[in-house]
């Protein structure tokens, strides 16, 4: 029920907020609305008007961290930003993959590992991030990539 109900709250926040500009003060108040429902959550935490957070109550977060536009942050099972980690437009992080049955992904069982981004790693422009990623403290993950479990 709890997880419903922070849907409802993560959605509200979007809706109400979007037509506020992308400033950093702006994107402060949103972060700091979003950290209520959040496992953890440090200060400074910004998060753009047209991004998009699901699973709050999976996500633990550090200071100074940046969700950029048209971000998408799925938590299933838990995903964990570090200080200062930036996440740039367009980005996808999703802690959870599609399993496969007789040739089939439609029906298979997935799996949900955590994702860990190390302080100060940048996620740059269009990358996907998805279940199992540690992404090393200063990384940088190049525009256009996929980083999965290794």
């Given at each position: 029920?709890?997880?419903?109900?922070?849907?409802?709250?993560?959605?509200?926040?979007?809706?109400?907020?979007?037509?506020?500009?992308?400033?950093?003060?702006?994107?402060r108040f949103r972060g700091f609305l979003y950290s209520f429902g959040m496992k953890q959550c440090g200060k400074n935490f910004q998060v753009s008007s047209s991004a998009i957070m699901r699973g709050i109550e999976k996500i633990c977060c550090g200071s100074d961290v940046y969700i950029g536009p048209n971000a998408?942050?799925?938590?299933?099972?838990?995903?964990?930003?570090?200080?200062?980690?930036?996440?740039?437009?367009?980005?996808?992080?999703?802690?959870?993959?599609?399993?496969?049955?007789?040739?089939?992904?439609?029906?298979?069982?997935?799996?949900?590992?955590?994702?860990?981004?190390?302080?100060?790693?940048?996620?740059?422009?269009?990358?996907?991030?998805?279940?199992?990623?540690?992404?090393?403290?200063?990384?940088?993950?190049?525009?256009?990539?996929?980083?999965?479990?290794?």
């Amino acid at each position: 029920m709890r997880h419903k109900l922070l849907l409802i709250y993560c959605h509200l926040i979007r809706i109400l907020l979007i037509w506020l500009p992308d400033m950093p003060l702006t994107m402060r108040f949103r972060g700091f609305l979003y950290s209520f429902g959040m496992k953890q959550c440090g200060k400074n935490f910004q998060v753009s008007s047209s991004a998009i957070m699901r699973g709050i109550e999976k996500i633990c977060c550090g200071s100074d961290v940046y969700i950029g536009p048209n971000a998408y942050v799925m938590a299933r099972e838990s995903i964990v930003l570090h200080d200062e980690v930036l996440v740039a437009m367009n980005v996808v992080i999703v802690d959870g993959n599609h399993g496969k049955i007789n040739s089939s992904y439609r029906f298979g069982r997935g799996k949900q590992i955590q994702i860990t981004i190390g302080q100060g790693a940048w996620i740059a422009a269009n990358s996907v991030v998805t279940a199992g990623a540690n992404i090393a403290p200063g990384s940088i993950v190049p525009p256009c990539t996929v980083v999965r479990k290794l």
